[in-house]
Nanobody, 116 residues
């Protein structure tokens, strides 16, 4: 059973930074494409960024230049460094692990609130 646990969310002022972490267990982490998604109140869940097993990255246009996704295969961890945060970044952020088989796993989410 693959388990993902996010941490690092919280309340931050506009322009501030947060670093989200996602700890994984129970699977072949180094083979997964890892992603961060977010869901704002009343909106659909959307992709924020993902990183492949070869560490190729992709970002939503709205976060390019501000967010950075990274992974540590030795620790089975994936991170999302978020800088220059805006109120529109407020959402629940979810970690996802996607296997080549088509299996997909989700964490429980962590709340990020950007407000003065």
């Amino acid at each position: 059973q693959v388990r993902l646990v996010e941490s690092g969310g919280g309340l931050v002022q506009p322009g501030g930074s947060l670093r989200l972490s996602c700890a994984t267990s129970g699977g072949l982490f180094y083979l997964y494409t890892m992603g961060w998604y977010r869901q704002a109140l009343g909106k659909q869940r959307e992709l924020v960024a993902h990183i492949t097993s070869n560490s190729n990255t992709n970002y939503a246009e709205s976060v390019k230049g501000r967010f950075t996704i990274s992974r540590d295969n030795a620790k089975n961890m994936v991170y999302l460094q978020m800088n220059s945060l805006k109120p529109e970044d407020t959402a629940v952020y979810y970690c996802n692990a996607a296997a080549s088989s088509g299996s997909s796993y989700w964490g429980q989410g962590t709340q990020v609130t950007v407000s003065s």
